[in-house]
C-alpha cells in the first residue's frame, strides 16, 4: 500500500511539473524582432528554466512567432529536441543579430545541433520558416535586443 501511495505521489509531481512547464513556456515575455520584411513575435526564454523547457511539449505554433533564447555570454551553443514535438529550425545568432548558422532539427530526437561560433542567442521558429523566407547563413535579424549590443 506504501508502494503505491509513494508512486502516485511521484506521478503527482511529475504531472505538476509538466503542467508548470506548459505554463511557463506559454507565458514567456515577448519581444519583436525582424528578419528583412518579415515580423517575428518571439517569446524569450531567458533563464536556466525557461531554456531547458523552452518548446517541449507544444504540439503547434503560430507561423510568426518563434521563441529565442538569450544567453549571459556568448558561448558554443547545442540544442536537442527530446519532449519537443514540433520540427524546428534554430537560427544561432551573434551579439550583432547575424545569423551564424541554421540548423533543421527532427522532433523527439537528442541529435545535438550547435552554433559554428560563439552566440548569446538561439531564434526557434517552425522548420521550413527560413528557407520559405530565403533567410540565410549571414543575414541579420533586428530588434531591441540586438541593437543594445551594437
Known sequence: MFQRFVALLALS????TFAHGQEAQTNL????????????DAQVAQTPEQRQIGLMFRKE??????????FEQPATQCFWMKNTLLPLT?????DDGRIVNLADMKPLTEESHCSEEPVRFVLEMNQGWFAKKNIKKGAKLGGEL???RR
Request: zero cysteines.
Open 29 to 40: 515575455q515577448r519581444v519583436k524582432l525582424s528578419a528583412g520584411m518579415y515580423q517575428i
Open 61 to 70: 505554433m503560430p507561423q510568426t512567432e518563434g521563441m529565442i533564447f538569450v
Open 90 to 94: 534554430a537560427a544561432f545568432v551573434a
Open 146 to 148: 540586438f541593437a543594445a
Open 13 to 16: 509531481a511529475s504531472l505538476m
